[in-house]
């Protein structure tokens, strides 16, 4: 984040010092950065934001945006200063009425911004705690901006710019002659362009729902985490031997630099787990095909018997983990009342689903299988000897299980004393049928006269989840959208599983993270809306201009499903907070264009000449403002570093969506202002 922020500014400050045409506007406007990063490090220290991936983030997403109020002031600044205004000679004047000028859009523009972020503080859970941060410092940004743009570039300027002719360069004359031949036409065929837009906004909508959807973008750690699970009944000895022949098969990989391995986690820990699971901590050289490492690994591991492997990344483990208790990117979770039923529905699942594609390292909850010694009590021999139950079953507890029977002090230390048969004596069902029971009489009886002593597999442990018990079967998604592979899942469970009565299945893990977030997500995203309209209605106490400047949705929405299809990004958390951000973004342009048409039409001029003169002022500060934006994203978009995978999908939004955007913003706009004011006119 820390280069993209760097990499973000070099950019912006190469547009300025292009595009203005003045070396000492170039620097003010430059000055928005530091000034509007101080702000957010000032207000991050004052709410307690620490500096991580995400806050940094929130900066470098608002980088470009941050000299926008302050590129379209400083350059009518010295467009004012530049034709010396009749009547306005005095410098401070100008300089007053120039910011005046176009000061109540920029803040409503940026304000609009501001309010588009502020629903995203109502997220919740792990997406709360990602984006939080980012939000925050994207307003306490922005905010610094409006104090910027209004008060400290207009006396800046009082203080830098000169009074020279207002000149623009070659380039962007020929630029802005280009513009106006292809407005002139757009304003002459403007159903054809109506048409065109409505088709792009419809091939748009329909383009939206076929791109896959996920929860998070996964994060490269550059290692992978290997999970073994083996049967509940194996010893430690042979647990042991058999990661043993696990690390030395995954060594032979090439590419692999290390491997670390452990078997079981103790009782005292936060993940307590048996001897029978085992991790494989994957150290890889970054110069290596990690997809082809996993591939191979896959196939290595799969093929030992009586082992399920889970793949994965440490972080990424934990992380799915803390999610549902999972590990494992997809949990397919068997409710019911009695463990073999459910424990076969689940198998029956896993058979069902095992060929979906992108759906891989697929197996069921190894909670079966652990020996069990099952002591049926005889209530008739009971009887007729006079022995108590609970005397029995305390003595099958007392040798097998051992029992407390005193404590011994040393020092500040106590240690419970245990005491319980030798193994000798409790190994098998048939030492313990030799286990002796004294009668109410004193007579000594063996265990098997009371009660039938046998050896079966049972459950190593019971899960439960909303107070019903339950089974999962779990997998990890590749190569593919999280959103297909558990529609076709379903679709698979739904045609070929039949379930019993009493039994249900849910669909957890990231899935249900992701269902979440999108469902609070289908909420915030007509909250911004509305929210924008009423500001637009505010800002220009009309209700079809307001309706103008929304418009400016679906063509962002066009530019923003292009930029998700063409980087190869599903619509996911961090893609839905850019389309937000994109539909407060794409706004500001219009508003200065909006105003700039009323201006104009208040000074006398006709609707086509009011349409044409303000685009063509506006057009530079249009270009700029999108510009800066653009570039100050691009090395998110175009970053691998750590935690880039995050942030692609919102950058990869709002770069393509922007460019749209602006670029039909230019033609549209006009076009329908045009229109709408001519059938107002009759």
Same mark, same amino acid.
């Given at each position: 984040?820390?280069?993209?922020?760097l990499q973000?500014?070099?950019?912006?400050?190469?547009?300025?010092?292009e595009?203005?045409g003045?070396?000492?506007a170039?620097?003010?406007?430059?000055l928005a950065?530091p000034?509007c990063?101080?702000?957010?490090?000032i207000g991050?220290?004052?709410?307690?934001?620490?500096a991580n991936?995400?806050?940094?983030g929130?900066i470098a997403v608002a980088?470009?945006m941050?000299?926008?109020?302050?590129i379209?002031?400083?350059?009518?600044?010295h467009?004012?200063?530049? %034709?010396r205004?009749e009547?306005k000679s005095? +410098?401070?004047?100008?300089?007053?009425?120039?910011?005046?000028e176009?000061?109540?859009p920029?803040a409503?523009?940026?304000?609009?911004?501001?309010?588009?972020?502020l !629903?995203?503080?109502?997220?919740e859970?792990?997406?709360?705690?990602?984006?939080?941060?980012?939000?925050?410092?994207?307003?306490?940004?922005?905010g610094?901006s409006?104090?910027?743009?209004l008060?400290?570039?207009?006396? &800046?300027?009082?203080? /830098?710019?000169?009074?020279?002719?207002?000149?623009e360069s070659?380039?962007?004359?020929?630029?802005?002659n280009?513009y106006?031949?292809l407005?002139?036409?757009?304003?002459?065929?403007?159903?054809?362009?109506?048409?065109g =837009?409505l =088709?792009?906004?419809?091939?748009?909508?329909?383009?939206l729902?076929?791109?896959?959807?996920?929860f998070?973008?996964? %994060?490269?750690?550059g290692?992978i985490?290997a999970t073994?699970?083996?049967?509940?009944?194996?010893?430690? $000895?042979?647990?042991?031997?058999?990661v043993?022949?696990l690390?030395?098969?995954?060594?032979e990989?090439?590419g692999?630099e290390?491997v670390?391995?452990?078997?079981?986690?103790?009782?005292?820990?936060?993940?307590?787990?048996?001897?029978?699971f085992?991790? &494989?901590?994957?150290?890889?050289?970054h110069?290596?095909d990690?997809?082809a490492i996993v591939?191979? %690994?896959?196939?290595?591991?799969?093929?030992?018997?009586?082992?399920q492997?889970?793949?994965?990344?440490?972080?990424?483990?934990?992380?799915?983990?803390l999610l549902s208790?999972?590990?494992?990117?997809?949990?397919i979770?068997?409710?019911?009342?009695e463990?073999?039923?459910?424990r076969?529905t689940?198998g029956e699942?896993?058979? $069902?689903?095992a060929?979906i594609?992108?759906?891989v390292?697929?197996?069921i909850?190894?909670?079966?299988g652990?020996?069990? @010694?099952?002591?049926v009590?005889?209530?008739e021999?009971?009887?007729r000897?006079?022995?108590?139950?609970?005397? @029995?079953?305390?003595q099958?507890?007392?040798?097998?299980?051992g029992?407390v029977?005193?404590?011994?002090y040393k020092?500040?230390? +106590?240690y419970?004393i245990?005491?319980r048969?030798?193994p000798?004596?409790r190994?098998? !069902?048939?030492? /313990?049928?030799?286990?002796?029971?004294?009668?109410?009489?004193?007579?000594?009886?063996?265990?098997?006269?009371?009660?039938?002593?046998?050896?079966?597999?049972?459950a190593?442990?019971?899960?439960?989840?909303?107070?019903?018990?339950r089974?999962?079967?779990t997998?990890?998604?590749r190569?593919?959208?999280l959103?297909?592979?558990?529609?076709d899942i379903?679709?698979?469970?739904?045609?070929?599983?039949v379930?019993?009565d009493?039994?249900?299945?849910?669909?957890?893990?990231?899935f249900?993270?992701?269902?979440n977030?999108?469902r609070?997500?289908?909420i915030?995203?007509?909250?911004?809306?509305?929210?924008?309209?009423?500001?637009?209605?505010?800002?220009f106490?009309s209700?079809?201009?307001a309706a103008?400047?929304?418009l400016?949705?679906p063509?962002?929405?066009?530019?923003?499903?292009?930029?998700?299809?063409?980087?190869?990004q599903?619509?996911?958390?961090p893609a839905s907070?850019?389309f937000?951000?994109?539909?407060?973004?794409?706004?500001?342009?219009?508003?200065v264009?909006?105003?700039?048409?009323?201006?104009?039409?208040?000074?006398?001029?006709?609707?086509r000449?009011a349409?044409?003169?303000?685009? /063509?002022?506006?057009?530079?500060p249009?270009?700029?403002t999108t510009?800066?934006? %653009?570039?100050?994203l691009?090395?998110?978009?175009?970053?691998?570093?750590a935690?880039a995978?995050?942030?692609?999908?919102?950058?990869?939004v709002?770069?393509?969506?922007?460019?749209?955007?602006?670029?039909?913003t /230019?033609?549209?706009?006009?076009?329908?202002?045009?229109?709408?004011?001519?059938?107002r006119q009759?």
């Open positions: 984040v820390n280069m993209a922020l973000g500014m070099v950019l912006v400050l190469l547009v300025l010092f595009f203005l003045s070396f000492r170039a620097i003010i406007v430059s950065m000034f990063a101080l702000v957010a490090f991050m220290q004052r709410y307690g934001i620490s991936l995400m806050s940094l929130g980088l470009g941050l000299v926008d109020g302050a379209v002031v400083t350059e009518n600044i467009r004012f200063l530049g %034709l205004h009547g005095h +410098r401070l004047q100008l300089i007053h009425d120039a910011t005046r176009v000061g109540r920029i409503f523009a940026i304000m609009i911004v501001i309010v588009v972020f !629903p995203i503080l109502s997220l859970a792990v997406e709360g705690k990602m984006f939080k941060p980012l939000a925050y410092t994207v307003m306490l940004a922005l610094g409006i104090l910027f743009a008060v400290v570039a207009p006396v &800046l300027a009082s203080f /830098l710019l000169n009074e020279k002719p207002y000149k070659r380039f962007f004359q020929a630029l802005k280009g106006r031949n407005l002139v036409t757009a304003l002459k065929a403007r159903l054809a362009v109506f048409a =837009v =088709v792009l906004s419809v091939l748009a909508v329909t383009g729902r076929k791109i896959g959807t996920e998070i973008p996964v %994060l490269e750690e290692s985490m073994v699970n083996m049967a509940p009944s194996i010893a430690l $000895a042979e647990a042991t031997k058999t043993n022949r690390t030395r098969d995954v060594m990989i090439e692999v290390e670390v391995a452990r078997i079981g986690r103790p009782e005292a820990g936060s993940h307590p787990h048996p001897v029978n085992g991790e &494989l901590h994957i150290e890889l050289d110069r290596a990690k997809s591939d191979e %690994l896959r196939e290595r591991l799969e093929s030992f018997p009586g082992v492997v889970n793949l994965s990344q440490p972080i990424q483990n934990q992380f799915d983990e208790g999972i590990r494992a990117q997809l949990a979770k068997v409710y019911g009342e463990l073999d039923v459910i076969a689940a699942v896993r058979e $069902a689903i060929e594609d992108g759906l390292d697929l197996s909850e190894q909670s079966y652990q020996p069990q @010694v099952k002591v009590l005889n209530h021999a009971l009887a000897y006079g022995v108590p139950g609970e005397t @029995v079953l305390e099958v507890e007392t040798a097998i299980g029992r029977v005193d404590t011994l020092n500040t230390r +106590r419970g245990h005491v048969y030798a000798e004596f190994a098998t !069902p048939d030492a /313990l049928a030799q286990l002796f029971i004294r009668s109410s009489d004193g007579a000594l009886l063996r265990l098997d006269q009371l009660a039938s002593i046998d050896m079966e597999e049972g190593l442990q019971i899960n439960r989840e909303h107070n019903q018990r089974w999962i079967v997998g990890n998604i190569n593919r959208a959103g297909a592979v558990v529609a379903q679709s698979a469970v739904d045609e070929k599983v379930l019993p009493g039994v249900f299945i849910e669909y957890g893990g990231q249900e993270q992701q269902r977030a999108m609070r997500l289908g915030i995203v007509p909250v911004v809306l509305v929210s924008i309209f009423v500001l637009l209605w505010i800002a106490h209700l079809r201009h103008m400047i929304i400016n949705v063509l962002a929405l066009i530019g923003g499903v292009v930029g998700l299809w063409a980087t190869g599903y619509l996911s958390v907070i850019g937000i951000a994109l539909f407060g973004i794409a706004m500001q342009d219009s508003m264009l909006l105003t700039d048409f009323n201006d104009l039409r208040r000074e006398g001029q006709g609707i000449d349409v044409v003169n303000g685009s /063509l002022i506006r057009f530079r249009v270009i700029m510009l800066t934006t %653009l570039l100050g691009t090395p998110l978009l175009l970053s691998h570093g935690g995978e995050v942030q692609r999908p919102l950058a990869a709002v770069v393509f969506g922007l460019s749209t955007s602006t670029f039909l /230019l033609f549209v706009l006009p076009s329908i202002y045009e229109w709408i004011e001519l059938k009759g």
